[in-house]
């Protein structure tokens, strides 16, 4: 748990009280409507979210029963014997509430000149035209379908084509290399994989084609792979019989090929999205059709108070949940306009957020504290030259915001005066869960402020017991059930059964503390996960992948605090015998992770160790490499457990000769490993 943080938390005096004007019609206009909304929803949670359903969702069929929950094994399933579509709700209805030609989709292209926007009617027409393709090569209900898609129209046209027809997509984030792409397409067996030639990013192309051909080879289920032309690249290999082009696929079915939308159970899988969890293997986290679509629109219109009439964007990678959520489902289904950007913040400029901002007269913002923090760096002045003035909310999501990117982001982007709402959420929840209502929470920086209404957050100890016994902070859970949470984990019924197996309800892995005021302050992760730049990585994952190098004895990785990235990798690696420790082993090292899962997870500092401070049973003792890497070796609390006290002061000793750059010198790259990771969109 970050002792930085609860530094902070301490400190942080400030607050901000929400502002007046646009109050009156807000969805939620003031705190007592909140206390009143928390009340019921805990009173009554089936009535509430009945109603909140009723009201955001179209239902094909209405449901039996809210809520049918099994507590003995932690199932829960909301909305049972209801059918809907999700491709439904986010377009057909919109086409008769006078929605058609209101623009659903504005995409900005990384070439300044190159915008697409599709309005309701159009995303229609090319949903459907994508459904018939899909189902021409035998996709049907309950099918997978794979996107290693870059942020293009298409990947958002994919996804409510397979919603369409009730094919269950899984996005992998264009980011991941070819471990993360293999083990995402093994998991779920995937018929179809669609992809494009080539992501732009930066001014450079991404081979994404090329670089699943070898992937393929090992993954039997695909039987299809469809390609997007997005950067025109020569010579890219088609495989005759399973490979496709996208415009040639979609070319036999006309603009007006109606596909109708299948019905589906409110408990049948939407999609699969991947997460980095305490193991190595990546775990495919499933969210439901009716429960997860309702907890979508619920949280999208009451933390952003969605307008008719906003342009609202999230800058989030739709490869992500938050891309899932607030980029397509959650805005799409309130009928509302979401803007999708190609790029990155930086290039060819700093300034291409605000450019983007004031060319489409951006409503509500919404990104991750990495962004802020980068652009920070870079001046004001950037965003100073720009008419900010249609922005009315300002969103924060993925990691901890520190309190100095807060005020950054409130004073320059938000004139002083704009709510950021500070979004606490996860893959598994499926939407935000702690987060202030911008018209009717007052601010603490820093803080994600209070539980959305219906939502039982509490912080306990390590012990099951109340929080407040190990002096306010301790592990952060949900005791109660809600829509937006997973259906299960896909072929791992064991891996679902370890989030409630502590505290016999939902663990986050978040550390946590609440203030007197009840405000939440997320203290950042406490299991084996690494938060870096709003992208969740596994320890263990990155771990395997440098023990797997022949040279690698033993290999043990852990977070360490990043100015830009929150959080960095830091990797203690024990060469085998004979292996000289070298700059050209660790620059080996590190690009076979960037190669392996990708740039974002290439370590930050990799200090080679004799050995690796263990327990008398052989455990290695990650609390001491934590708090080595984080500089606070000060304080490494009870060494009594090590079985050879030793090998901590040759490790100290170690690290301190990497930061001053003596025999173990960061290199250039090391100092600035995850430069592509950088520009990475945020995995918020
Ligand atoms: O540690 C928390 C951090 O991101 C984790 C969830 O990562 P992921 O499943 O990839 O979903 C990211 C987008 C929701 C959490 O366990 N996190 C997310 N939002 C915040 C946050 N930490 C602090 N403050 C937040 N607002």
Known sequence: MSQERITTLLTEKRSYLPPEHGKSSAWICGQEEYDALCRRALDDPSDFW?????????????????LDADEQRHKYRWFTGAK???SFNCIDRHLISGRRNKAALIWQGEDEMDVRCYTYQMLYTEVCRMAHALSSLHIRKGDHVALYMPMIPELVIAMLACARIGAIHTAIFSGYAEGGVRSRIHDSKARVVITADAAVRAGKFKPLKANLDPILEKCPSVAHVVVVRRAGLDNVTMQPNRDIWWHDLIDDFTLNADFPCEPMDANDTLFLLHTSGSTGKPTGIMHSTGGYLTYAAHTTQWCFDMRDDDVYWCTADMGWITGHTYGVYGPLALGATTMMFEGVPTWPKPDRYWRIVENFRVNILYTAPTVIRSLMRLGEAWAERYDLRSLRILGSVGEPINPEAWSWYHKNIGGGELPIVDTWWQTETGGAMISPMPYATKLKPGSAAKPLPGIDAAVMGSGGRDGEEDGGSGHLVIRKPWPGMMLGVFNDEEKYQSYFSRFGCYESGDGAQVDADGYFWILGRIDDSINVSGH?????????????CPEVGEAAVVPMPHRLKGEAIYAYVVTRDEVPWSEDLRKKLRDTVRRDIGALASPEYIQFVEAMPK????????RMLRKIAGDTYEDLGDT??????????????????????QHETATAAGDEPASEGKEAAPGA
Do not use: C, M, Y
């Open 50 to 66: 009945g109603a909140r359903a009723s009201q955001l969702i179209h239902w094909f069929k209405r449901w039996d029963k809210v």
């Open 84 to 86: 809907l579509n999700a």
């Open 536 to 548: 969740r990585l596994s320890t263990a994952e990155i771990e395997a992948v440098l023990a797997a």
């Open 615 to 622: 327990t008398t049973s052989g455990k290695i003792i990650r």
């Open 640 to 661: 009594t457990a090590l079985a050879d006290p030793q090998v901590l002061e040759t490790i100290i000793i170690g690290h301190q000769n990497i930061l001053q750059g």
